[in-house]
C-alpha cells in the first residue's frame, strides 16, 4: 500500500515535471516565434521608411525637372544622364526612372499583409505592374550599361547585370507559381524578387554605412568610383539580402527556438546598420534634392 503510493506519487511528480518542462519548452517556441516575426516586422517598417524617401527623392529629381522641361537637372548626379541628340538613351533613361518609381512603391504595397487579404484583386493587379515594371528597368538598366556608359567598371557593370539576370529569374518564378496556385512557393519567390528589385536601393543604403563607418571613401576611389569594395558592392547588394533570406525562411521553417532567436537577433543588428545606412543615404544622397 505504502510501496503503491509512493510510486504513485512519483510517478505524479513526474508527470509534473515533464508537463512542466514541455510547457516551459512550449513557451519558449512561441517566445522565439513571436520574436522571428517581430524582427521581420522591424526590418519591413525600416525598408519601408528608406525606400518612400528614395521614391520621394526619385519623384523630386527627375518626376519634376521632366515636368517643367529642364532635363539638365538630371546631371546632377548622373555622370551620363541626359545627352543632347541622345533620344533612345534618353528615353530609356526617363522610362528607368518612371519605372524605379513605381517598382520601389509597388513592391512596398505587395509586402502589406492586409493587401493581401483583403484585396486580392489589388494584390494581383499590382503583382503584374511590378513584375513588368521591374523587368522594364531591368532591359533599360542594361541598354545603358552596355550600350550607352554608365558609372564605374567592368567588375560593376557585371555585377548589376547579374542583378537584372535575377530579377528576370525570380520574377518569372515568381508568376509561375502564382498561376499554378502554388502560393507557399510564389512566396519564397516574389520576397526574393522583391529584395533582388531592392539591389539598387541596398548599394546605396550599404555604401553609406560602409562610408559612415570607416569615417570616409574605404577601399574605392570617390573620384573614379571604382575599387575592390565597389566590386564586392555589386554582387553584394543582389546576394547578400538573398543570403540573409535563406537564412530567415529556414529559421522560420525548421529551426528550433535557439535558431529562431539567433535569427532575430542577426536581423535586429542587420536593421539596424541599415537604418544607419539610410539616414546617411537621407542625409547626404537624397534630401538635399528634395
Ligand atoms: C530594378 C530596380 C532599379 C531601380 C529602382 C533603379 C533606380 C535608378 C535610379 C534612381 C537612378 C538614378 C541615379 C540616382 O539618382 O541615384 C538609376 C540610374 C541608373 N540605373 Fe537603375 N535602377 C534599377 C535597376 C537597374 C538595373 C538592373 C540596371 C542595370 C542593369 C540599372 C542601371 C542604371 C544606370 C546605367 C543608371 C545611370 C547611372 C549613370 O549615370 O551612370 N538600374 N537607376
Given at each position: 500500500?505504502?510501496?503503491?503510493?509512493?510510486?504513485q506519487a512519483?510517478?505524479?511528480?513526474?508527470?509534473?515535471?515533464?508537463?512542466?518542462t514541455?510547457?516551459?519548452r512550449?513557451?519558449l517556441?512561441d517566445?522565439a516565434?513571436?520574436?522571428?516575426?517581430?524582427a521581420?516586422?522591424?526590418?519591413l517598417?525600416?525598408?519601408a521608411?528608406?525606400?518612400?524617401?528614395?521614391?520621394?527623392y526619385i519623384?523630386?529629381l527627375?518626376?519634376?525637372?521632366?515636368v517643367q522641361?529642364?532635363?539638365a537637372?538630371w546631371?546632377?548626379v548622373?555622370?551620363?544622364?541626359y545627352v543632347?541628340?541622345?533620344?533612345?538613351?534618353?528615353?530609356?533613361l526617363?522610362g528607368?526612372m518612371l519605372?524605379?518609381?513605381?517598382?520601389?512603391?509597388g513592391?512596398?504595397?505587395q509586402?502589406?499583409p492586409?493587401l493581401?487579404?483583403?484585396?486580392?484583386?489589388?494584390h494581383?493587379?499590382n503583382g503584374?505592374?511590378?513584375?513588368?515594371?521591374?523587368v522594364?528597368a531591368?532591359?533599360t538598366?542594361?541598354?545603358?550599361?552596355?550600350?550607352r556608359g554608365?558609372?564605374?567598371?567592368?567588375?560593376q557593370?557585371?555585377?548589376i547585370?547579374?542583378n537584372?539576370l535575377?530579377v528576370v529569374?525570380?520574377?518569372?518564378m515568381a508568376?509561375r507559381h502564382?498561376l499554378?496556385?502554388?502560393f507557399?512557393?510564389?512566396?519564397?519567390?516574389?520576397l526574393?524578387?522583391?529584395?533582388?528589385?531592392?539591389g539598387v536601393?541596398f548599394f546605396?543604403?550599404?555604401?553609406?554605412?560602409w562610408?559612415?563607418v570607416n569615417?570616409?571613401?574605404?577601399?574605392?576611389d570617390?573620384?573614379?568610383?571604382?575599387?575592390p569594395?565597389?566590386?564586392?558592392?555589386?554582387f553584394a547588394?543582389?546576394?547578400?539580402?538573398l543570403?540573409?533570406?535563406?537564412l530567415?525562411?529556414?529559421?522560420?521553417?525548421r529551426?528550433?527556438?535557439?535558431?529562431k532567436?539567433a535569427?532575430?537577433?542577426g536581423?535586429?543588428?542587420?536593421?539596424l546598420?541599415?537604418?544607419?545606412?539610410?539616414g546617411?543615404a537621407?542625409?547626404?544622397l537624397w534630401?538635399?534634392?528634395i
Amino acid at each position: 500500500m505504502t510501496f503503491g503510493s509512493t510510486t504513485q506519487a512519483g510517478l505524479a511528480q513526474q508527470q509534473h515535471g515533464a508537463t512542466t518542462t514541455s510547457a516551459r519548452r512550449r513557451s519558449l517556441q512561441d517566445f522565439a516565434g513571436t520574436a522571428l516575426k517581430a524582427a521581420a516586422a522591424f526590418w519591413l517598417a525600416v525598408t519601408a521608411i528608406g525606400q518612400l524617401i528614395f521614391v520621394v527623392y526619385i519623384v523630386a529629381l527627375y518626376g519634376r525637372s521632366t515636368v517643367q522641361g529642364n532635363f539638365a537637372a538630371w546631371n546632377k548626379v548622373m555622370p551620363h544622364g541626359y545627352v543632347p541628340g541622345d533620344s533612345i538613351g534618353n528615353a530609356a533613361l526617363a522610362g528607368h526612372m518612371l519605372l524605379a518609381a513605381i517598382i520601389m512603391l509597388g513592391g512596398l504595397l505587395q509586402l502589406v499583409p492586409q493587401l493581401r487579404t483583403r484585396a486580392p484583386a489589388f494584390h494581383r493587379w499590382n503583382g503584374r505592374v511590378y513584375l513588368l515594371s521591374a523587368v522594364a528597368a531591368s532591359l533599360t538598366g542594361l541598354y545603358m550599361v552596355w550600350f550607352r556608359g554608365a558609372a564605374g567598371d567592368l567588375m560593376q557593370h557585371l555585377g548589376i547585370s547579374f542583378n537584372a539576370l535575377l530579377v528576370v529569374v525570380c520574377g518569372a518564378m515568381a508568376l509561375r507559381h502564382a498561376l499554378a496556385r502554388k502560393f507557399a512557393l510564389h512566396r519564397r519567390w516574389a520576397l526574393r524578387l522583391f529584395l533582388v528589385v531592392s539591389g539598387v536601393w541596398f548599394f546605396r543604403v550599404g555604401l553609406m554605412f560602409w562610408i559612415v563607418v570607416n569615417g570616409g571613401p574605404a577601399g574605392f576611389d570617390p573620384e573614379t568610383f571604382r575599387g575592390p569594395f565597389l566590386s564586392f558592392l555589386s554582387f553584394a547588394q543582389t546576394l547578400l539580402p538573398l543570403a540573409v533570406l535563406e537564412l530567415y525562411l529556414r529559421a522560420q521553417d525548421r529551426a528550433g527556438a535557439g535558431g529562431k532567436i539567433a535569427m532575430a537577433a542577426g536581423l535586429l543588428a542587420l536593421t539596424l546598420a541599415m537604418g544607419v545606412g539610410i539616414g546617411v543615404a537621407t542625409m547626404g544622397l537624397w534630401l538635399p534634392h528634395i
